[in-house]
């Protein structure tokens, strides 16, 4: 909020907080702070508060959670329905199931779908909602694919990204690299994480595209005790079943159940994060 | 928007629509909508609207056209004020002029600024303000640091980004290849852009984190071409005023003006973009 202040009516004053609050999830903001900017009794923001909460319980737009005491505010944290978030993965199965996504050697193009910000923003909301209860510090993936995903989530939640990298940038300082297997040829490669990056201690949520072997993802998962850093869960556009990988517990929106690249057909289901 | 109706009191209503219109800028909804969704009449919407567009303007959130006629609607567009827009690139100008940012070589570390989400929204909305009156169907930028920039301006213009690589990657499908000078050392390499990824007759503003020589975005010019695609226009997070370049014209939020590595200074001002 920049030091300006400006007197509003009470029904322009809830449209500015809401605003406020919607740009500014998962961080505490005190009454006195809108009190000061809008010039307005902390009461009638309180009263504000409390219409814009119930605006956005019933609209599942999120949870507005008053902390009292001195030090005290409000937090707003993003929400998404059940029916809503399923409404968006069925579209997405539909997406991915187009015929013409099959590239040469099974592989299915997803960048168009990674790249439209509003699809990138729903995902981020289905992702980060399941991981609302936990405290997480930062996002972590892999360059380049990951990157918007990552990005996407780490919006919601209101942390850093963290980008891990196959290659080695001078434009990144020193880094730590670990060896991971790349899954779908056997091969062991390295990966690198500037050593500024991430701070000693943090919570992780890694996030993916497309998880398939698990080499990637196991590969990040070392270079978070490199960091002396905690991993609070793993989430991934879609994942291919039809893939032997032990150890990994994720969370995918979509699952993949069959690539038939003769039959240009891909099925697609919606993933474990809407199991029960 | 989804399937369900909810009846709301006006006050709610008003919070609702502003979340609706801030999460979908740069698109035409009907007042319809909104009116067959919150079971209320459509003059009803249309005086929330109004008050909506008040608040809106008055804390410099955007700007509300109303479009009339049959297929008429309303179309939010984000705006920030130039002072807003100051204050936040000086503090970045204080935060890239931090004495531990200079790496051997005389580069300077972003990738904690460009991976903060509050950070990366606020120039995202700086840029974008920068090129609101014109038509804009996508965002460019190329691997693996200009993706968050281009992700954050391409949110608040609603339109998709296109990633260029200097790799080839097999899950891109088939690409187009340009050759291009690689300013700080004379050598000439490949970048590539998957034939899916941008539609002809595209108008393209290209983003980037920081502008030396400008080869990579001559190349990515040249890729345009390519395309049969338009160069709307340039913006660059940071610019170096040292580097000679011949030929772009491009806004930045911030210029470097002087990098000693000995001293482990840097000095920085205000990009182009705050030029009259």
Redesign the interface.
């Known amino acids: 909020m920049?030091g300006?202040f400006?007197k509003?009516?009470?029904?322009?004053?809830?449209?500015?907080i809401?605003?406020y609050l919607?740009?500014?999830p998962y961080q505490l903001t005190s009454l006195n702070t809108f009190a000061q900017k809008y010039e307005a009794a902390k009461s009638s923001i309180s009263e504000d508060i409390a219409?814009?909460k119930?605006?956005?319980a019933?609209?599942d737009?999120g949870h507005i959670k008053t902390v009292t005491g001195a030090n005290g505010g409000v937090i707003f944290t993003p929400t998404i329905s059940n029916?809503?978030a399923r409404?968006i993965a069925q579209e997405l199965c539909q997406r991915l199931a187009e015929s013409n996504r099959i590239?040469?050697?099974g592989?299915?193009?997803?960048?168009?779908l990674l790249?439209?910000?509003?699809i990138?923003?729903n995902i981020g909301r289905i992702i980060a909602n399941a991981f609302k209860d936990e405290k997480i510090d930062a996002v972590m993936t892999v360059?380049?694919?990951g990157?918007?995903l990552a990005?996407a989530v780490?919006?919601i939640l209101?942390?850093?990204?963290?980008?891990v990298?196959r290659d080695l940038k001078?434009?990144?300082?020193s880094t730590v690299s670990v060896n991971y297997a790349s899954g779908s040829s056997d091969r062991i490669e390295k990966m690198f994480l500037?050593k500024?990056?991430l701070n000693p201690n943090s919570r992780v949520l890694i996030v993916d595209d497309f998880l398939k072997g698990g080499g990637t993802i196991s590969g990040m998962v070392s270079l978070l005790s490199e960091f002396d850093s905690q991993l609070v869960g793993v989430a991934v556009f879609a994942d291919n079943a039809q893939e032997k990988r032990e150890g990994i517990s994720y969370k995918s929106l979509l699952t993949v159940t069959n690539i038939d690249v003769k039959e240009s057909k891909v099925d697609v289901k919606l993933g474990n994060i809407f199991s029960k």
Chains 1, 2 share one sequence.
């Open positions: 920049n300006d400006m509003l009516r009470r029904s322009e004053r809830m449209v500015v809401s605003n919607i740009n500014n219409i814009i119930k605006a956005f019933q609209a737009i029916d809503e409404a590239l040469p050697g592989y299915i193009y997803l960048s168009d790249s439209t910000p509003s990138l923003k360059a380049t694919k990157v918007p990005n780490a919006n209101n942390v850093p990204f963290v980008i990298r001078i434009t990144e300082g500037s500024r990056s």
